[in-house]
């Protein structure tokens, strides 16, 4: 099988296309034919270096991948082969609470990804596909899909009526506004682009704001939503914080998931956050039953993720540095076979 390996934190010219035997799944395990995957930022944080001395090498990149069963090792009964699946983003974590030892084996990361032909997977860390989805859609969830239903459902809250606050036209954005419009909620969504901001509003924003021509776009998303929005999907980091915080009601809750906009300013809004009892609750994707429980909803409403472009596998190098752009609105993809 053919796959792409980072030796070294060398970049997006330092994956390599190599050539590996196929494995034979274990007891409990499932051989898995990869037919698309789809990229976050975190993957190409990880080509980059990003992730300085903790990351593992050699290492086969990207979390989000989705394929069909080839065969299953013995004691697997739950699959079979020709059943399409998908990866979840954090192995061992199946349910409840996240611990260090649920969260240690993070595709992509800590242990090799799905940039390959094929994968092996335990039968507790798949998801069958949503029927209505092709395979490039299905690589679309474990990661930005599930980051964003955590976001927005589970430890959000979203409820009828509120309103959401999301930043960009990224994958995890753009679901979060689908999450919301599915939950009944109103959505400010946030971009520099008047032309994303058109695209945000086909999507289904109620309200629109371009970041740079309005600096001050969370004192205009206050003003528009009352007394202050419900929910804030943060994306950029402490760079936009302070926007996020000055957005966001007494008592709201900020979904605090990215690192995208730089450095803290030194204007720090973090007391005035204080002073509104306003909940900042880190987002870190999500278990197996987060993913079974989004791809039912998706399945349900027959929701569709946002695919921008898709790349051949012997583009890989390409889509990376297409992401890296900042060009795309919604999903990254790279069709495997």
């Not at 371009?210 to 776009?217: E, I, L, R, S, V």
Request: hydrophobic content about 40%; overall charge neutral; some cysteine.
């Amino acid at each position: 099988m053919k796959c792409y390996e980072l030796q070294g934190p060398s970049g997006i010219d330092g994956l390599a296309l190599v050539d590996k035997p196929v494995p034979e799944p274990g007891e409990g395990e499932v051989l898995v034919r990869l037919k698309a995957a789809t990229l976050n930022y975190r993957d190409l944080l990880t080509v980059k270096g990003g992730y300085g001395s903790r990351q593992k090498f050699p290492l086969v990149p990207v979390s989000d991948g989705a394929g069909v069963i080839e065969r299953v090792g013995p004691g697997v009964r739950e699959f079979a082969a020709g059943d399409r699946v998908i990866g979840s983003f954090f192995e061992s974590w199946i349910g409840g609470e996240p611990s260090e030892a649920k969260m240690r084996a993070a595709l992509g990361g800590s242990v090799d990804g799905v940039l390959t032909e094929y994968r092996i997977f335990p039968k507790h860390a798949l998801v069958r596909t949503p029927e209505h989805l092709s395979d490039i859609e299905a690589a679309a969830l474990p990661c930005a899909g599930v980051t964003a239903w955590s976001a927005v459902v589970k430890l959000g809250g979203l409820k009828p009526g509120q309103t959401v606050l999301t930043q960009g036209t990224g994958g995890v954005s753009l679901f979060a506004i689908q999450f919301a419009k599915m939950c009944g909620a109103r959505v400010i969504a946030t971009s520099s682009s008047d032309a994303k901001i058109e695209r945000l509003k086909q999507l289904g924003a109620d309200f629109t704001l371009n970041y740079k021509a309005t600096p001050d776009w969370g004192k205009k998303a206050r003003e528009w939503s009352g007394h202050g929005v419900d929910l804030v999907v943060e994306v950029g980091g402490v760079g936009t914080l302070n926007e996020s915080i000055r957005a966001t009601r007494i008592g709201g809750t900020i979904a605090f998931i990215g690192v995208l906009a730089g450095p803290p300013p030194s204007d720090s809004r973090l007391p005035l956050m204080v002073m509104q009892q306003q909940r900042l609750q880190g987002v870190t994707v999500g278990s197996v039953e987060d993913l079974k429980a989004m791809a039912d909803a998706i399945a349900a409403s027959r929701m569709k993720p946002v695919i921008d472009r898709t790349f051949s596998f012997d583009q890989v190098k390409q889509a990376f540095s297409y992401m890296e752009s900042g060009a795309h609105f919604g999903k990254v993809a790279i069709e495997i076979g």
